[in-house]
């Protein structure tokens, strides 16, 4: 995924399945100048990283 599209997906109302390294995620925010996206597990919400958009995966 690049730092645009998850950008998208944060500003969307409907629910976008996202996955990091093979486990469900919530896009938290994205830092477009530094280009790292926050995210949480969707199992634990305290679970939550800093990562690469590359490291995202899109779910249809």
């Keep these: 995924m690049d730092i ?7 500003e969307m ?3 976008v399945d996202v996955q ?4 469900a995620v919530w ?3 994205v830092d477009m100048d ?6 949480h ?3 634990n919400e305290a679970d939550r ?3 690469s958009p590359e490291q995202l ?3 249809s």
């Design 13 to 15: 109302s409907d629910f």
């Design 4 to 10: 645009q599209r998850a950008k998208q997906i944060l």
């Design 27 to 29: 896009i938290d925010s």
């Design 34 to 39: 530094s280009g790292a996206v926050k995210v």
């Design 41 to 43: 597990s969707m199992d």
């Design 57 to 59: 995966r899109e779910l």
């Design 49 to 51: 990283k800093s990562v």
């Design 20 to 23: 990091f390294d093979g486990q």
